[in-house]
């Protein structure tokens, strides 16, 4: 054999020698079983249809079943074994308080199977932030739970709910999601369920989270972070809910130019165990609220302070005297998500101090 064979002999060896490593590793990619994951549909835009494939407004939420939702996709047999279960079938606007407990009892029941890795739940989007934060705060297991919705319906041209309930999908069999809380996944942009608001009535970029930013992104099948959430959250939480059948009743208050005490009092005379104020600026109180505040706290109704603002922290203290009140300062919790956190944290205490602290630590 001359010198030129044998490099070239030599050569194909090396890369044979390369190559087989490769192809074990491929076939192992290919044997390794796919994760099990469960859609839990509850309605919104996502399962909506409308009267024209333009029409992105005035549609009709909720028309297509959890079935219908998996058929559109058949890509999802790719990445997964697919199952799915109508929880509810509501315009999300239209949530309530039993449909979360059902809901959230559902995903503690179907994570502590063995049989199931991880769970999708489609949702609408006016009221998805919130649902989110209570199952972050209500969900005993690391495995992972992501909340998923549309911005426009089905029937629309370049409707986003397939590709975001793929990308859920991806999201809820991966290893990286497991231990992060509750996710929202929505145009390929991963959000914690803490942190993220709808922040425009139309946008397909709706979802973002003011002041932190997103916490990953996925490509194709490719799921990435680059922060954690560092609040309580699910098998660290100590709230549970799966033997309640109803929750405390809490209401938002909205603060304003010339403000009166009406609608506060009006909440306290309903039967509200507590009051989130959605405050100006800094969680600011008008001086015309603050006879009611104390009337309603005379009578055992915890008081907290948010800011209509949409991002920033409320501390205590500063403009308003929280100690003299006995009211609770709501760190950066947007109205409608310390609203959540106060009725769960109702179920163990009344107490303002205790409550305080639970706002800094969720």
Not at 186 to 192: F, T
Not at 205 to 214: A, E, M, N, R, Y
Not at 244 to 262: C, F, Q
């Amino acid at each position: 054999m001359n010198n030129r064979l044998f490099s070239l002999f030599t050569i194909c060896l090396f890369f044979l020698g390369l190559l087989q490593p490769l192809a074990t590793v491929d076939a192992a990619a290919a044997t390794k079983p796919l994760p099990n994951i469960k859609i839990l549909a509850t309605g919104g835009t996502i399962a909506g249809a409308g009267t024209s494939h333009t029409q992105t407004v005035g549609y009709t939420a909720a028309v297509t079943a959890v079935d219908g939702l998996i058929a559109a996709v058949p890509e999802l047999q790719n990445i997964a074994n697919v199952s799915g279960e109508q929880v509810a079938q509501i315009a999300s606007e239209d949530m309530t308080d039993e449909v979360w407990l059902k809901l959230a009892k559902r995903v503690n029941e179907l994570l502590a199977s063995p049989l199931v890795d991880g769970i999708v739940i489609t949702h609408g989007t006016d009221t998805l932030e919130e649902t989110a934060y209570f199952l972050n705060l209500v969900v005993k297991n690391d495995k992972p739970v992501v909340v998923v919705g549309a911005m426009r319906p089905a029937t629309s041209i370049s409707a986003d709910g397939p590709m975001n309930l793929y990308r859920a999908v991806v999201l809820a069999g991966s290893a990286e999601a497991a231990g992060k809380g509750v996710l929202v996944m929505l145009n390929d942009q991963i959000n914690a369920a803490r942190d993220v608001s709808k922040t425009d009535t139309a946008s397909l970029d709706t979802f973002k989270s003011p002041g932190l930013g997103l916490l990953g992104i996925i490509q194709n099948e490719q799921v990435a972070f680059y922060r954690q959430p560092t609040r309580r959250h699910t098998s660290a939480s100590e709230f549970d809910v799966q033997q309640l059948s109803e929750l405390p009743r809490v209401d938002i208050v909205y603060g304003y130019a010339n403000n009166n005490r009406t609608m506060l009092d009006a909440a306290v005379k309903a039967g509200a165990k507590g009051i989130v104020h959605a405050g100006t600026g800094n969680g600011s109180i008008h001086t015309n609220l603050k006879p009611a505040i104390e009337a309603a706290r005379r009578q055992g109704v915890v008081f907290v302070r948010s800011s209509r603002v949409g991002s920033g922290i409320v501390l205590r203290g500063g403009e308003f005297d929280d100690d003299s009140y006995g009211t609770i300062a709501g760190d950066n919790l947007n109205p409608q998500k310390a609203r959540i956190l106060l009725m769960l944290a109702l179920i163990r205490t009344s107490d303002p101090a205790e409550i305080q602290q639970l706002f800094w630590k969720y």
